[in-house]
């Protein structure tokens, strides 16, 4: 089991910054893919960033150049630091991370999500 405790949301203006961050516990070892997800009320989730445990990112067209998604392996903790933020942005945003359970089997695991508000 691994467990994920997101924190570093609130609420911001626009224009403003915020650093989510993200703790595994747990059976940390094989996680592969680390990410971030977001749910707006009435929408469904979707990806905003992941990375690989090399270090290798991807980005939602909507965040490319504002976000930064990072992670420290030896803390087991995974970082989204967000700048120039927008009200299309407010949602909450939730950790994931992918462990490998058997060769080529991925298993999902959720943090409970923090919500981000961003004031117009």
């Known amino acids: 089991q691994v467990q994920l405790v997101e924190s570093g949301g609130g609420l911001v203006q626009a224009g403003g910054s915020l650093r989510l961050s993200c703790v595994a516990s747990?059976?940390?070892?094989?996680?592969?893919?680390m990410g971030w997800y977001r749910q707006a009320p009435g929408k469904k989730r979707e990806l905003v960033a992941t990375i690989t445990s090399g270090g290798s990112t991807n980005y939602a067209d909507s965040v490319k150049g504002r976000f930064t998604i990072t992670r420290d392996n030896a803390k087991n903790t995974l970082y989204l630091q967000m700048n120039s933020l927008k009200p299309e942005d407010t949602a909450v945003y939730y950790c994931n991370a992918e462990k490998n359970i058997r060769v080529g089997v991925f298993w999902p695991y959720w943090g409970q999500g923090t919500q981000v508000t961003v004031s117009s």
């Open positions: 747990g059976s940390t070892s094989s996680i592969n893919v």
